[in-house]
């Protein structure tokens, strides 16, 4: 059937071409990780921008009769896909992040009866929040609609990278509202709310913040509102117990009153309203002050065109997506693909006033001189191969990424690098120190002019912080003792490869001791591995391994969100040295086999959060980091075509255009990375070095537009969804047989050229 | 007896003699008020300082069992004389005032076994606090030491204007503590503290801030605290529950952690120390960052010489009592004037950094360009005389304090000019918009070089705030209706008398629209005024006066802390016109009797703390601000000796240099600003006009040194104990019959001659 061939052929280039002149925001699908523990969500931001404008469709507490409430995980970002109820829309979100915070300031229209409780999912109508049709709902870059059923209200979203821009379309009322619920928190528990100050500064425009304690523990977030036309209105309930109001007996302070304080607060402001009457709000945020957050309005959204602001913002992230131009197989591969690089643009986030102020770790506000400063940094996730991905397409902002760490540095009351900061706090979460992996891949990389000198001092103190997480103990015993800190193996591993990571600032700055000293250190993960049992193996502080091991187990084995199967492989800084250590290229191909072959069984990972049954194949997590360079690792093997099948597999397994479209957290854009790596071909296996290991494409083709101007064209030939092999890779027209692709041969711009095969 | 009266006479003059080289700060006695309920706390503070850092001699909750407690009033400051323990030393005080607030940052050295309890007075030795003997106690200005019995520790305590300087003499001991409670405070409830974050910067150094919401509602202190060595060990206990606490399961927070943060928070910090080794602790405040505390400490206090600082602050205090130098009738005399005058500058408080930086009404951080700023304005109280004082001898610093208010009047959300406020607080305590007085004083002196135009609409916003206090009916009926605002009539006398000072203002500034239209409202007090009563008289919204009317009580009839006898004579602006309305001035001279003979009786004041029967004579209640002009109306009628014999008897009565020297709260320095006065024989009973009303002095004579370098020379003839009539008055040589002394003549200098009589 040649004919058929040939249309269908000429056809797809038709729908090639069209897509060629579509918009790549387009291909975004806000949706995408919304249902199940994908944790993003789908509301309005810029790319990087501090406010994250999204809906809260549910109010879970943290706890329920005393107990942590398991709900309030699948809440992270606010958002389930599959929910029917709106509460309103709020102004931070963590984007993919397992464990959440923010959600501060809900904003939400109604009519008829104030109602100032939120109401209850179960009970629809039963308090302010609105049921909602899902096709009314749309989501794209920079934009997010919903029709809230119970008022009548539209609600359109966008958002420029300070403020949010709001625009609720009403039905003729007089008693129209609109709520400012300063309760309502993501991780929401009763005393996570720790202060509240408000001003009604005219009949149009409020200012005020919010302090918070969560998992930021000393969180300030400054905001001013304005209006579009005044309100006729306005009040507060105030919920908590007040022993002393400190106001001299005055006031109804409850309405009309342009003052309020307190730790649990609600507010409102009413209108009249004609049928299809417009009422608009811009919301701006600021880390340092009320006046701040008035200067990043005027400045951002002096106006009120709301179709100005969206195309504005559309057109930033039509300029990031731009950086990458792909042809793909089929367009669902395309929206994959850039809904994938879409997240992983929403954190970090800006953290700065547009006058250059910002809060710091040291909770002072600090002025940026000569970078602007970020926050949200989920290093344990990003490190692997989301902060790579900046270093090609996104080399300037990480840039400022790593001076926003050193930033923090130089603030910390330990002198040391962010663990998992956010909104100038450390949260000190999962392990490792891996800022010196983003700097190492800065220096590897040649994207920072941050000064070597206070990059390496900074990651030695990191590196040295005694107190922290095993360290102490690590530079004693030279492993982590399970006996003395728990997760010990993955600790140990992890800060053995960091050291390696130090090591390589060092010898770029030429400082052959601090080089010798870590290139040491990071051999300490010889000191876990157990040639008895075959694994990394946690070691006790008498120099013995624990004995009752289970190397699928992920609790108390030495492992934290892992086992010795998956994790116990996280030696990138010498790959070949742990094959060899662990029985050689065939034994150690046959132990990756295993791992994508045996099916780990429900009782290991029933108690962990991070790991869900959608992210794994056989015993690989690929809904959590620690295994994500393990697909790779085949290609140290004699069996490198394993890395071309598996990251084709894992790619069509486990991403997808749809809302269930990823198979765990997106970590802050780390999942998103891994799947942007791979589509092109290529992943870094060993961040802080200039080699990334090339797999198996996904696309047709692909231009990556370097911020240097210059170009790197990816092409393919015989790609096809079975010709997952690579038999041949051309780089500028040289045959590289080594797998190994090399930062300059991006950076210098130029040609990839993969040639496929069905057979391996 | 001539030569016993020779020699006596040679004897005085000898004890004159000697007394001239005394300096002045030894007659300053710092106990004065502080028992009973003056409300003065003993401690060491720099004139004007921010820091004021004096012991506590209790910890008092401000509720029992669900009710007030009491004792909570007692304890406004701190400390009440009798009081055989001390819990520690903290930062910041109020002077004299009616309610309270602050008490932050207390410090406390103890050995032993470390307990982080306070304890309770009832069982001594129960907690860290201390008995102490009060023969080891001691004060002056700048200046404050004790003995801790339960330790064996010498405390002495000195400050400069923002920090304070610790001097702790220890045994020898291997477990000698500091406490640094930051859960103490003044008016203690359990949401009083908000947060609280501490870093240890190093072995040395400490910082954080504190957030409290009391009085001042939203209140931040920041500090950074240096110890003259390195602790061996610290730790901190959190005492709120901690529903989650942010940091992911890492540190033993509790012990050499060096960060903390959290709501009830107790720190320590342990040393070693040898037999008689001093430790020294500098305690630095800052309104705006813990950076700005770092600052302040290493600009004031940059060396570990205790006796330097407390030498330097020795003499500033020894500047500005020199302002006035006084001869006396004896040494009692003297130490009560310097005292009066010491306590006339413990606030306004400075409430800024070094660099200029400080925290206003909005929150936000600002930086004062052409003056200093100043906190704590208790307005109803200290326009009277304080401010009218400064314009005489502080003329500099009262520009300061009016452009702190014009300042707090720029970023009020109500664009008003203070009412009562403290650390960028409002508590709208008390009745009027007095600040509009303050202006108009500095006006009509001459004093300040702010713009008038700022000043009149700052003031005429502040008396346009329809929602303050029964304004806005005030605006509509002509007077306040005490069915709509309860203490109507004195709310009516103040408001017209503010107005008063408006017009004022709009005068100099040639206005003479808004000049008509205040001294049309400055009439307003004949709006209650009953003629068949007698007395200003509750009026209703109907225009009808309140029935069941009883002009001594205190409660529900149209006043407040007053009643219709005293406080009903408040026209300050038009007393001829009062007195004329009540009845001539014979009639008025009789009322002016009544109260001053009438007993009170106990149920008119036994539900009002701040009217104490040590305050009263007969009706009249100098403890309290209402009547403070009431002794100098007689000036009025024809029985101007009146004035004369009564404020000599008030001066007698009501003032002292013992510990219970004062019969009420200080006032912010109004009580004491009210001594100054009247001891030099002239008081301003109409703030906001250039006009003194003479009254008879106390003092031998005076000097009043100048800010300008010209000098008042006040001299008394013929001066005794029972001389207390004043039978001519000489300015510059001209003799003065209306009982007037114009501003003019103090601000160029010059003579005024009293010329003192056994009789009238």
Known sequence: MKTVCFLSSILFSLISIMANSQKL????????????????????????????????????????????????????????????????????????????DLGDFLVMPTIGKLNLEPGTTEQPGSGYHSRF?????????????????????????????RVGFHRYTFPKSSASHIILDLMSNIYNYDAKNVWTFVRIEDNQTVTGYRETTGWARTRKVFFAMKFSKPFKNYGRKRYEKVEYNGFYRKFNENENFPEFAGRQIRAYFDFDTNEHEQILVKFALS????????????????????????????????????????ETLNENDKRT????????MMSPILYQDVDGKYLDIDQNIHNAKDFTNYTIFSLWDTYRALHPLYNIIQQK??????????????????????IWSHYANENWCMIGYHAVSVLADAVAKNTTDADLKTMLNASVTSSNLKYYDGIGEYLTYGYVPEDKSSSSVSKTLEYAYDDWCIAQIAEKLGDEKTKSEYLKRSENYKNVYNP??????????????????????????????????????????????????MGGKNKFSEHLDQIFTTEIADKYIEKNEDITRDGIIGNYVHGNEPGHHIPYLYNWTNDAWKTQEKVRMIMR???????????????????????????????????????????????????????????????????????????KIFVNGKEIKNHILKHSDIANGGEIVYVMDRKK
């Open 397 to 418: 902002r990480n840039n400022d990424f790593v001076k926003s760490m050193l930033s923090h540095a130089r603030h910390s009351v330990h002198k040391a690098l962010p």
């Open 287 to 326: 880390p340092t002050s009320t006046s701040g957050a008035l200067k990043n309005l005027e400045a951002e959204i002096p106006h009120w065109d709301f179709d100005k602001t969206k195309k504005e913002t559309e057109a930033k992230w039509e300029k990031e997506l731009s950086k990458i131009e792909v």
């Open 133 to 161: 049709s899902k096709n009314t709902e749309k989501a794209s870059p920079g934009f997010y609609q919903v029709f809230l059923d119970d008022y009548g209200i539209k609600a359109e979203l966008t958002s420029s990278e």
């Open 337 to 344: 693909f850039y809904t994938a690089m879409y997240h992983t």
């Open 653 to 727: 397994k486990m991403y997808s255009d749809g809302e269930d479209g990823l198979c765990g957290n997106d970590d802050a854009g780390q999942m998103s990375a891994w799947y942007v790596f791979s589509a092109l071909g290529f992943y870094p296996v060993l961040p802080g070095s200039d080699e990334y290991q090339f797999g198996s494409p996904l696309v047709k083709s692909a231009k990556i537009n370097l911020e240097n101007g210059k170009t790197l064209n990816i092409k393919t030939e015989n790609q096809s969804e079975k010709n997952v092999y690579v038999s």
């Open 532 to 581: 008895k049992s075959g694994f990394m193996h946690p070691k006790l502080s008498d120099g013995t391994f624990k004995t009752a091991f289970d190397p699928m187990d992920t609790h108390g084995q030495g492992f934290i969100e892992g086992n010795a199967f998956n994790y116990g492989l996280y030696v990138p800084q010498n790959v070949p040295e742990m094959i060899k250590m």
């Open 25 to 100: 925001t387009t291909y975004v699908n806000p949706f995408v990780g919304t249902k199940n523990m994908g944790h993003t969500f789908p509301g309005a931001t810029a790319p990087f921008g501090m406010v994250q404008l999204s809906p809260e469709t549910n109010q879970v507490p943290y706890a329920m009769d005393g107990k942590y409430n398991p709900e309030t995980y699948r809440y992270c970002s606010g958002y389930q896909y599959d929910d029917k109820t709106i509460f309103g829309f709020s102004h931070t979100h963590f984007s993919g992040v397992g464990h959440s």
